[in-house]
């Protein structure tokens, strides 16, 4: 699958159809996905799902204790 970019700007005309004010480009998923989100890296991984864990944990202990008092 590509997808259609444009260097200049999306218009829209009058009939509702769009069209590119530049030069069209098109672009492979890699290509999109490397543009969009660069990879992360194993300790950023681990970093955000720790928190995750953690922010999951508290949510859990502050329900428990509100539905005990």
Same mark, same amino acid.
């Given at each position: 699958m590509n997808f259609l970019g444009c260097d200049g700007v999306w218009l829209l005309? !009058?009939?509702?159809t769009t069209v590119c004010q530049g030069n069209m480009k098109t672009f492979t998923v890699q290509e999109m996905r490397d543009h969009l #989100?660069? %990879? $992360?890296? *194993? !300790?950023?991984? %681990?970093?955000? #799902?720790?928190? $995750? *864990?953690a922010l999951f944990v508290f949510v859990w202990v502050a329900k428990k204790l509100r539905t005990t008092v």
């Open positions: 005309n !009058a009939d509702g #989100t660069p %990879a $992360m890296s *194993l !300790a950023q991984k %681990a970093e955000i #799902t720790g928190a $995750m *864990l």
